[in-house]
T-cell receptor
Framework: KQEVTQIPAALSVPEGENLVLNCSFT??????LQWFRQDPGKGLTSLLLIQSSQREQTSGRLNASLDKSSGRSTLYIAASQPGDSATYLC????????????FGKGTHLIIQP | EPEVTQTPSHQVTQMGQEVILRCVPISNHLYFYWYRQILGQKVEFLVS????????KSEIFDDQFSVERPDGSNFTLKIRSTKLEDSAMYFC????????????????FGAGSRLTVL
């Protein structure tokens, strides 16, 4: 059974810092991996999606990498801003035709102004 | 930008009562999903739905749960006899195709319906 772990559980940094969020998964036979952002009272917003054949994806100040063989992904946030404060979730879609995503518990990020 | 709409935003019910959570997916989407998140826990997959039938369901989705698309626009989750442990945030999601790759085929989530069972 696929398990997804995110480290750290919480992170508080001053504005302007670069930071890295970590995600690991136990079953490397994944179809893709997504990073989501969750804001209080709102749904999940997809930030980046990496296919199993890809190594990284970039969107603005965000860069996500994937090392499928070692079961790891990182989300790099450059020049953090207070508006980046949210919970960041990692989710994998396991191969073999599964529909559902398996989520990590998330990293609660606070960017101090 | 198109969005997935969920109602109610918050429902409080007594244990043993039936609850129906409603979702309006994005209009040209064909695949529909329910996920739940118990407070402080992970988001968990419940069920996927396509072509008016369940495509896949998790072990959480037992006989107490059912889904349907009664009128071609709404997508509902029914919990027949609620238990205390059903208290959670329930998220509806939709996508155009089954295999969400990127760009136009992202998986779009609603804001969630918070269910509190007393």
């Amino acid at each position: 059974k696929q398990e997804v772990t995110q480290i750290p559980a919480a992170l508080s940094v001053p504005e302007g810092e670069n930071l890295v969020l970590n995600c690991s998964f136990t079953d490397s036979a994944i179809y893709n991996l997504q990073w989501f952002r969750q804001d209080p009272g709102k749904g999940l917003t997809s930030l980046l999606l990496i296919q199993s054949s890809q190594r990284e994806q970039t969107s603005g100040r965000l860069n996500a990498s994937l090392d499928k063989s070692s079961g790891r992904s990182t989300l790099y946030i450059a020049a953090s801003q207070p508006g980046d404060s949210a919970t960041y979730l990692c989710a994998v879609k396991t191969g073999g035709g599964a529909d559902g995503l398996t989520f990590g518990k998330g990293t609660h990020l606070i960017i101090q102004p | 930008e198109p969005e997935v709409t969920q109602t109610p935003s918050h429902q409080v019910t007594q244990m043993g009562q039936e609850v129906i959570l409603r979702c309006v997916p994005i209009s040209n989407h064909l695949y529909f999903y329910w996920y739940r998140q118990i407070l402080g826990q992970k988001v968990e997959f419940l069920v996927s739905f396509y072509n008016n039938e369940i495509s896949e369901k998790s072990e959480i989705f037992d006989d107490q749960f059912s889904v349907e698309r009664p009128d071609g626009s709404n997508f509902t989750l029914k919990i027949r006899s609620t238990k205390l442990e059903d208290s959670a945030m329930y998220f509806c999601a939709s996508s155009r195709f089954r295999d969400t790759t990127s760009g136009a085929n992202v998986l779009t989530f609603g804001a969630g319906s918070r269910l509190t069972v007393l």
